[in-house]
Every structure is written in C-alpha cells, then in structure tokens.
C-alpha cells in the first residue's frame, strides 16, 4: 500500500476534543504545524490540543518549541485571536531539542470558540474519511475555517501547509487503514492494542460474546461479536483495510480465510505455521478458492523476529503492517 496522508487517532481525538470544548465554551486551542524547512522534530500536519492549563492532546516537538507555542496558545485564548508561531531551530536550540541539526518551524494557533460554523468544521473534520479544511491566518470578524469533503485519492500534498500569501493554512485530512482482528484471545487481543497504538483504527471480531467484549479492549477499539458473514456484511473490505486472522483453531481460521482471502483487502495475515499454510491451502483449494488469492496471504503473519509471547507476536505483526501501510 503506498504511503498516504492519514490522521492518525491521535490527531481525530484532538479535531472532536477540540469540537466538545469549543461547543461548550471551554477555553482551548489547537496548535498545528503548518509549515517546516530543514531538520524538525515533527512534520507538517501535525497537533496540539492546549487548554486553559496547558498541552491536554498531542505535540509539537516538546522541549522550549512547545513551551513558547503553550504561551502563544493561551494568548490566543485570551485574545480570541489566532497566530502564526515561527521557530529558528539553529544549532544550540537542536542541541537542546536533542535534534542533529536545526531547521524552520512555523506553528499555526488558533483559539477555540463556541461559534456554530466554526464547531460544525471541527465535527466535520473529526468524522469525515477525507477532506480539506482552510483556516484563515487572520481573523478580522470571526474565525475563518471551512470544511471540504473529498475522496481519499483526490488528495495528494503534504498533510499541511501554509498558502504562498501566508493567508491560509490548508490541511489535507484521511484516516489511517483499518485493522480487522479475526479472535479475541490472548494473541488477537495484543495484536488489537498493538495495532491500535500504531494509530491504526481497529475492529476485533469474534463469535464469542465473552470475549468479544468491548471491556476488555481499550476505548478506540471497535469490538464486534459475530460470523464472519455478519461481520463481512456490517463491514465492507476495501482495499485500504488489512485483515489479520488469529482464531482458537484451524477449522476457524480456514472458515474465514475462505472468504477473505478473495475480498478487496490490500492485507490478509493468517496466524499460524508454515506447516498451518499448507494444510489450509489445499483444503481451501480444493474449495474451489483460486490459488492467486491463497497465495496473497502472508503464514506465518508478522516480521520474523523470533516472537514468542503474544505480546511480542503482536509486536512482529505490527511491524509487518506498518510496511504495509508506509511501503510503495
């Protein structure tokens, strides 16, 4: 899967944070970074929620940059005005940062407010799959941000970044890949946290209710008790989706994989031997599944890195999918 512009849970937390304290008339404001030359600690795209005490979500790159852009922050809260925060990143404040070399930052802070127009972007934003959001640098008579629905392939660019008339900060919004995770026990539950930490969005499925739970996995993590066709109908692959298959045992899993290994899905992992792989795949191609979709399924799923414990299988199937995510 090629790289793509995502926002990851992290960043969708802050945009419907930001949504709730701005509706209730909380102070707030986000900081976000809209513009770098050089060697940064952060990209551009990426945010900070501040409150009336300080940073509550996110970051900007820590040490003295986000000292100075919390300061801006609460000016801007108490002015109900934005600003733009430029950083000179020079030897000695890298040094500081633990940076190798310095470079240009240039923050974007604007105050949260209870106006209608300007909550109902941020709502937009923290739902959409994809769009475009225009802020204006300067607010003369209210603030100025809109909201675009767009296809995901309809967006290409850096994730943000400052209009060439500096009146503009422009941010191209996605929402990073979907993890299915077929099981819910020890092994598919650590690979759900993993995922999910990766800033993955995850779905953990299985037909026991008892450990299809939603008490047992963290908030974020979508947990659904069902068939595979029930789960298959309520959510449609795509082939921006990855499925990882970690059931109790091979009858399961080949149950599953006779019908994900032909979905649109741009990942399909299958816990298990090479020895599972085989077994599986002449049953299944005696099926009648077309080999070209068995052979898509990477057994044993995850980075070949001696993993033993769940929480270290999780840690090599992560991995595999994040060069998944980032790979060409």
Request: some cysteine; charged content about 20%; proline content about 6%.
């Amino acid at each position: 899967m090629a790289d793509t512009l995502e926002s990851s849970p992290i960043m969708m937390s802050i945009w419907r944070a930001a949504a709730e304290l701005a509706r209730a008339g909380t102070p707030g404001a986000i900081a976000t970074v809209a513009r770098v030359r050089g060697s940064t600690p952060v990209p551009a795209g990426t945010k900070m929620l501040v409150g009336a005490e300080g940073r509550l979500i996110g970051t900007v790159g820590g040490g003295c940059v986000e000292a100075d852009v919390i300061g801006a922050a609460l000016d801007a809260q108490a002015r109900r005005r934005p600003a733009l925060v430029t950083h000179h990143l020079n030897a000695d404040l890298a040094g500081d940062l633990g940076l190798s070399c310095g470079g240009t930052v240039d923050i974007f802070v604007e105050p949260l407010v209870p106006d209608e127009r300007y909550v109902a972007v941020l709502e937009a934003a923290a739902g959409a799959e994809a769009g475009l959001v225009r802020t204006g640098v300067v607010w003369e008579a209210g603030p100025v941000k809109s909201f675009e629905p767009l296809a995901p392939q309809a967006l290409t660019g850096v994730p943000a970044m400052l209009t060439r008339d500096g009146k503009f900060v422009v941010e191209r919004l996605t929402r990073p890949p979907r993890v299915f995770v077929f099981g819910a026990g020890h092994v598919g539950a650590a690979i759900a946290r993993a995922a999910a930490a990766a800033g993955f969005r995850v779905v953990v499925i299985d037909d026991r209710a008892e450990y299809a739970d939603p008490a047992r996995f963290a908030h974020g993590i979508e947990v659904t008790a069902a068939e595979v066709e029930a789960a298959l109908a309520r959510y449609p692959l795509t082939a921006a989706d990855a499925v990882v298959i970690a059931t109790r045992g091979h009858r399961n899993d080949a149950l599953i994989l006779e019908r994900i290994a032909t979905s649109p899905a741009g990942y399909v992992g299958l816990l298990g031997s090479r020895r599972k792989k085989a077994v599986v795949t002449k049953g299944l191609t005696a099926a009648g599944v077309p080999p070209q979709a068995l052979q898509r399924v990477r057994v044993p799923v995850g980075l070949a890195i001696g993993a033993v414990t769940p929480e270290e299988i999780a840690v090599s199937v992560v991995a595999e999918l994040i060069v998944w995510r980032r790979g060409p």
